[in-house]
């Protein structure tokens, strides 16, 4: 270890650590009280906070949030451990709810900046520490004051040099990012704007007709609980499809037995050409079937099998397009989890046009999408290399060798 420096337990060098309350909410009045959505980026989004009523639950003073608290988040899968530090006092009495952890400094010990990078030191290890399984994963107080060490100079004088230095390099490396992301949803927005320009044609110059007439089936997945298996064939869920995408992850399916896939009806087995389209939920997103691959799916899932003077590249970017979802969104149903019912989906309005203008369409769309993907994989390297320089200058900072 660096001459200076000392390495202590996180619940050694703090003065509180603990969770937030559990809110008796209000639309208007009350106290501020802060959950996971308003921790992440390294930064605390007050607009996203909520209300609590603090004449039916009294908020003690320690679990007000103070000027140099870092914030943790201590359950969820996705949201674990990501920490973000107050470096202004609120300015109005706030807390955090009890998916949230207040870790606060021993006064005098730390610059209070240098606290906070501290912790974005370790935050991966921390979303690492979650216990228990599925989505209910907890972060325990005894598990952050124990498992966790931190190493710090004693200087403050070396703690201040340290933050000036990070604090230059990561608002740098915050602009960049800014335009990567910038440039990256421009990229998208193009495409979009594209898509949209190519169907706004393709419905003023063609007959109208439903999606059903376009197809020789338009069919959903089993709605029985398949059995599953230890091999044999994926099942895939509406979760194992990625809608920036729009393909099927099939890393993490669970698999059925073939008998029980042999057995399914022809139109219930996914073919090269085939459509699939999510129905519930993130209704809206189609996936071309572009390979041969045995596979079987979901209710939640919709199968749409082009007629022979469909394209199937087509159909994909007709489903794709904002005047299908439209449809989709006003047909959509239920309270938890809308649905696009294979009625609604049958019966959407779309254009019908001759194979060659399809074939053209689909043509431009197809080099323009590649051209997205391309840029889209350049500006995502970009946003992962500002990622790696924050980590690595972080490795540096409390190394000792910044």
């Not at 870790?103 to 906070?116: D, H, N, V």
């Not at 920036?244 to 669970?254: G, M, W």
């Amino acid at each position: 270890m660096k001459a200076g420096w000392q390495t202590n337990k996180l619940g050694e060098v703090c003065s509180f650590l603990n969770r937030g309350i559990s809110p008796k909410y209000l639309e208007e009045g009350g106290i501020c009280v802060l959950n996971q959505k308003c921790v992440r980026d390294h930064a605390v989004n007050f607009f996203l906070a909520r209300r609590h009523d603090n004449t039916a639950k009294r908020v003690s003073s320690d679990r007000l949030v103070q000027a140099g608290d870092v914030l943790i988040n201590s359950t969820g899968t996705g949201t674990l451990g990501r920490v973000a530090q107050v470096r202004k006092a609120p300015i109005e009495p706030t807390t955090v709810d009890s998916h949230v952890t207040i870790a606060r400094p021993l006064p005098g010990k730390f610059f209070s900046e240098f606290f906070g990078y501290m912790l974005i030191f370790i935050e991966e290890a921390i979303k690492k520490a979650g216990e228990g399984c599925g989505g209910q994963t907890e972060l325990a107080r005894a598990v952050l004051a124990e498992k966790f060490s931190v190493t710090y100079p004693s200087s403050h004088s070396e703690q201040h040099r340290i933050v000036a230095l990070l604090d230059e390099a990561f608002n740098g490396i915050a602009t960049a990012r800014a335009n990567a992301e910038k440039n990256l949803h421009n990229a998208r927005a193009v495409f979009e704007s594209h898509l949209q320009s190519v169907f706004t044609e393709a419905w003023q110059a063609g007959e109208l007709v439903t999606l059903a007439e376009l197809a020789t089936d338009i069919t959903d997945g089993d709605h029985m609980p398949p059995p599953k298996a230890p091999s044999g064939v994926p099942f895939i869920t509406i979760g194992n499809v990625m809608k920036d995408v729009r393909k099927i992850d099939f890393s993490n399916t669970f698999m059925v037995p073939k008998e029980y896939f042999d057995g399914l009806k022809p139109n219930k087995k996914p073919r090269i050409g085939d459509v699939l389209y999510t129905v519930t939920g993130s209704f809206g997103i189609p996936v071309l079937i572009d390979e041969q691959r045995d596979f079987c799916f979901q209710r939640h899932i919709g199968l749409v099998r082009p007629k022979a003077d469909v394209s199937s590249e087509w159909l994909f970017y007709l489903l794709m397009s904002p005047q299908v979802f439209q449809q989709a969104n006003v047909g959509a149903t239920g309270t938890a989890q809308k649905t696009v019912s294979l009625k609604v989906l049958r019966g959407f309005k779309v254009p019908r046009i001759p194979l060659i203008m399809q074939k053209a369409a689909t043509s431009t769309l197809n080099n323009l999408a590649n051209e997205t993907q391309r840029l889209e994989s350049l500006y995502q390297r970009k946003l992962a290399a500002l990622d790696a320089l924050k980590q690595s200058l972080l490795h540096q900072a409390f190394s000792g060798a910044l």
